[in-house]
């Protein structure tokens, strides 16, 4: 946790948000073995090596997906309006990329669209497949939608 706040403090990094805690789990067994050799044989420039590694590694994989994530919203910049025929486009995009598990209450508040348009909007994308409907609304429960292709460039691990 430290070395976010670290590389935040030294201005390198924006914000605080540097995480290597995944690296270190997919490579358990040398993060302990490096460990053990820095108490047992005082081996710090092992521990170092094996540490740059893993800030390179993440450092990389966090610019490509900063790379997918700015491509998706340019994309979305063509697709949305052809799906909507709308004048929220911008809105909506917006309110997708900042939240894209959501209640249309919730885009509806977050984006600021009024709500027969925020629905039209919302029957749109889900057509044209932008969106996908995780649950479907019954009663008091609300639909929840997906926007899935911003999903899966968060959850993808290059480890």
Known sequence: MLVPIILYDKQILST???YISAYLEQHRDEYYRRLLAVSRDNDWNGWIAFFLQALIEQATENNQKATAIIGLYEAMKKEVPEAT???YTIPAIDTLFSRPIFKSADFIAES????PSAHRVLKGLTGK???TVSREGK???PTIYRF???IAITETSNW
């Open 139 to 141: 009663g008091k429960s």
């Open 85 to 87: 025929h709308s004048q």
């Open 112 to 115: 600021g669209i009024p709500k």
């Open 148 to 150: 899935s292709r911003l």
């Open 129 to 131: 497949g932008i969106l």
């Open 16 to 18: 605080p948000m540097f």
